[in-house]
């Protein structure tokens, strides 16, 4: 079995995301996560969020890792990982989601990739779907916290 990987990243936003997600997925009852990492958020926000499946996708590398943390929560509504590279268009999941979710995963991305994903996602959203990202963004050059700057730089 794989060790359970631990991100802090992960522990120090998921309870600003988390309110995020909820004042925009009142209306969603399935979302897809794309690159759910160590599965750290998959499982807090699935807990937190009992009325909406939530899949995790990842490159298959990953999926030990968040098996793992899927192991250890009866969350009925928290799924195993899809494969998904996004730069692979064969692994884009054919079902249509209400809302997609990624965090701090374009910025480590190549352009090319990060317009991949776009252009995934734009094909597996149902009409009027959302799409939501977090990442270590700036707004002309400057970023909305310390701890983001630290991560780009990471």
Request: aromatic share 12%; charged share 20%.
């Amino acid at each position: 079995m794989t060790e359970k990987p631990f991100s802090q990243s992960c522990e120090n936003n998921k309870d600003v995301i988390l309110a995020v997600l909820k004042d925009n997925l009142c209306d969603a009852d399935w979302v897809l996560e794309i690159g759910s990492g160590t599965g750290q958020h998959a499982v807090y926000f699935s807990d937190n969020m009992a009325d909406i499946i939530w899949q995790t996708s990842d490159r298959e590398q990953n999926h030990g890792g968040i098996l793992s943390w899927l192991k250890q929560t009866s969350n009925n509504n928290l799924l195993a990982p899809l494969k998904l590279d996004v730069e692979v268009d064969s692994d884009w999941p054919k079902q249509k989601y209400q809302a997609v979710f990624t965090a701090n995963t374009a910025h480590i991305m190549s352009w090319e990739a990060v317009n991949k994903m776009f252009q995934g996602v734009a094909k597996i959203l149902q009409k009027e779907g959302l799409f939501l990202q977090y990442g270590p963004f700036n707004t002309d050059g400057e970023f909305s916290s310390k701890s983001n700057k630290s991560f780009e730089s990471w």
